[in-house]
């Protein structure tokens, strides 16, 4: 064979694979789709709701393989893939597709990937038939909606190899069948109900052996299972969020090829092992919130020792870790996110920190690190984007003219000591910056007016509790700034004009003055953002404007301690969102404003110590059904308590003290039903910032901004001032100081989580109800200054956690019931009765029945009843007198209130010395 011919052969070869291989690559246009597997594509779309015509091009007679989410092979045609993953619009509400799965899947007989995840199937069971799907290698069911039993049929999918199962409302009474998944690499089954599976998983070998990535967060765990043991190729474990109460087992630490572990969320105890270093792979740690201990600079070391300084995050934050930061923090050259926040690591922050070169997150805060930090420390951080380190006694001494190698995104540099102790000039450098926080580090001086332009990106700002003064100027700057905190400084002069599109402000505990006219009514057409607004402790006056109509967002308006007159403005009835609404300690009077009623979402109202008048208004308990806190203490409201109050099932505080209230005690007391029984959950848990834009949502969870929100509460005779933390467990009845009669009810002791109770300086009569040593969790119990007959009932003695008691002045007689507690209060705590028995000093067996009356300590004897006697008529003579002369001008409804609450508190004083003195 010639030359020549052996060439032309070689080329005909040659053309002849050209050929093939584009017929290969071009197979699709010659083999398209199945039509029985077109055709089960038809029945599966019209079971399934297409909320956004996503399956618009499932229609006609076109090849099918060309379709939305369908992959066919490129040489047989048949159907291999269904993507059909959602897509979330206005999250988390509206989903791609819902409906049914059909059985006509069954057909796609070489399908080996099904992704439905983020969908809406409205917690329909995952169907077994899918079971049957051999093929199948890929099966992707998470975040959507599935509910109820996981079918033990997946178990026969043996040629499966990533199933994703992810989902809240799933549950399992047994996880045998994933035995049979022998070739499944990666299983995700996080939020899923394993809480029955629990002890079961822990002492089988259930889990297959070739996974390599098992998420099981959330899934209700009280045990490690005990199949990952074996898993010698896991590269990724995530058990976060469960139960596991356990210390940290050794054989986890042998798994050498572990890149990502997270064990964060649970109750794991123990000290962590210097074995640490044995996982060579690390790459991502987290054992946050859990309760390990052990030294910080241990666990570096161990690190340190092997090739493990290629890890890139580390959390080990909210722990029990003490010790100091190692010097030789530059060996992690590749750590990128260090959170060692809320533990106990004490010491100075070393100056080898500085060289974290790759660092882009830092969190350090709420320990208890000392001594000075300076720009040496920051000196190669050219990648830091969020630094958080508040809560320790560091200080901050930078040059004037600093110029930081970073662009921060967050600052939280909560009670540092700034020097010099001014707001620093190297913060204008930091464009990008979004959460500035800076309270309590002493900063002093007035506020720079580059202060609101210095980054466009500035959403969040705290630099409250300084001593920052002067006018603070307008705030007017485009979006996103919306959360401004100023409060407790030195601030004086008018309140400053804000933008519309801030949420939170707190400009409180300040010396602002002037009315609030032009805060309010200043460019009213324009809706406002508001939904926290503190302006409380000012020395602001005038009246509350009627401006409020564009303020609908508001939920939480504090305007307490402040100068205010005049009537609660009508317009206040728009703020259809309000649940907080702080007045106290003003000048307002007048009555209760109907236009009230409309803030039917109200949980806290405190209109103490003003001027209100006239009879609560029974639409409290009506129309205010969320109510948890009702003060109207320190007013002049007059006549009964309204029974409609016993309405206000979600009632946790009641304070009407001080007030000219009559008639008797309500019987229907027990309603109160957040008083009776226990509940994980209140009204006040409830989270304003809920309405705020996604950011805040953010930032609030992640750097507690939302505890701003509190409340004054009376308890144990103090005030004090109650966080919404504290508030949701306080349970408390005050009612002293009226004119109220009548025995008190037995009904009051159905309040069994009632833990202050205060009835003093009243007239009621009759006994103490025999069962209020039912009301097992009183701290606070105040019944003096009444005319209580009778034996102290005999059931107090069970009341061990009282710390306060006071039932002195009234007429009981007998001995003082024996227990630790009673017994454990001073006399002042019972004088003024006839009771014998510690801790009087009357013996009871002395008295033959009869006890003595109690002499006051400041007169001597045979002067009491001349005296008392003298108190009286001199009394009477001033009534009689004072009658006589104004009788007239007391048909006035005003004069009559007022000279009625007059006579009320001569009424009582006498009262008491009467007692006193017989």
Known sequence: MNMGSTVVRFLSIATLFTICLLLLCNANLSAPCKQNERQALLKFRHDLRDHFNQLSSWAGEGDCCNWTGVVCDNLTGHVRDLHLAGHIYDMPFNRSFSGKINPSLLNLTHLSYLDLSYNDFEGMQIPSFLGSLKSLRYLNLSNSMFGGLIPHQLGNLTSLQVLDLHDYYLEVESLQWISGLSQLQHLDMSRANLSKASDWLRVTNTLPSLVENLHMSDCGLYHIPGGIANMTNLQFLDLQSNYISSTIPKWLYRLSHLQSLILSWNFFHGEISSSLGNLTSIVNLDMSVNNLNGSVSEIFESFSRC?????????????????????????????????????????????????????????????NLTGVVSQLHFTNLTRLVEFDARGNSLTLEITPHWLPPFQLSLLVLNDWHLEPSELPMWLQSQTQLRVLSMPNTRISGTIPTWLWNFSSQLEYIDLSENKLYGEVPRIFRSSPLSEIFLGSNQFNGSLPLVSSTVVQLDLSNSSFSGTLFHFFCNNNSEPKAFIILHLD?????????????????????????????????????????????????????????????????????DLGYNKFLEKIPMWIGTSLSNLAILSLRSNQFHGHIPYKLCDLTCLQILDLAHNNLSGRMPRCLYNFTAMTTFSEYTSLDFDPLEFGPFEYEFYANRYNVGEIENANVVTKGREVKYGRSLLRLAIILDLSDNIISGEIPEELTSLIYLQSVNLSNNLLSGRIPPKIGDMIWLESLDLSMNQLCGQIAPSMSRLTFLSALN?????????????????????????????????????????????????DQKHGGSDLLEDGWFYLSLGLGFL???????????????????????LNSIVKKLYGVIVEHF
């Open 807 to 855: 039932l002195s002045y009234n007429n009981l007689t007998g001995e003082i019931p024996k227990s630790t507690q009673l017994q454990s209060f001073d006399q002042f705590s019972f004088i003024g009765n006839k009771l014998c028995g510690p801790p009087l000093e009357v013996n009871c067996s002395n008295t033959n029945g009869t006890v003595p009356p109690v002499a």
């Open 307 to 367: 090739s493990s300084v290629q890890i890139e995050s580390l959390s080990l934050s909210w722990n029990n870790l003490s010790g100091h930061l190692t010097d030789k923090l530059d060996r992690f050259e590749k750590l990128r996110d260090l959170d060692l926040a809320n533990n106990s690591i004490s010491g100075p922050l070393p100056p080898s920190f500085g060289n974290l070169s790759c660092l882009e997150y830092l969190s350090i805060g709420d320990n």
């Open 537 to 605: 402790n000012n020395r602001l006056s005038g009246k509350i404007p009627d401006c409020f109509r564009n303020w609908d967002r508001l939920v939480a308006v504090n305007l307490e301690s402040n100068n205010l007159i005049g009537n609660i403005p009508r317009s206040l009835g728009y703020l259809h969102s309000l649940q907080y609404l702080h007045l106290r300690n003003n000048h307002l009077h007048g009555e209760l404003p109907p236009y009230l009623k409309k803030c039917t979402d109200l949980t806290i109202l």
């Open 880 to 902: 009689f007198g004072f009658w006589s002369v104004l009788g007239s001008l007391l048909l006035n409804l005003p004069w009559s209130i007022v000279f009625s609450r007059f």
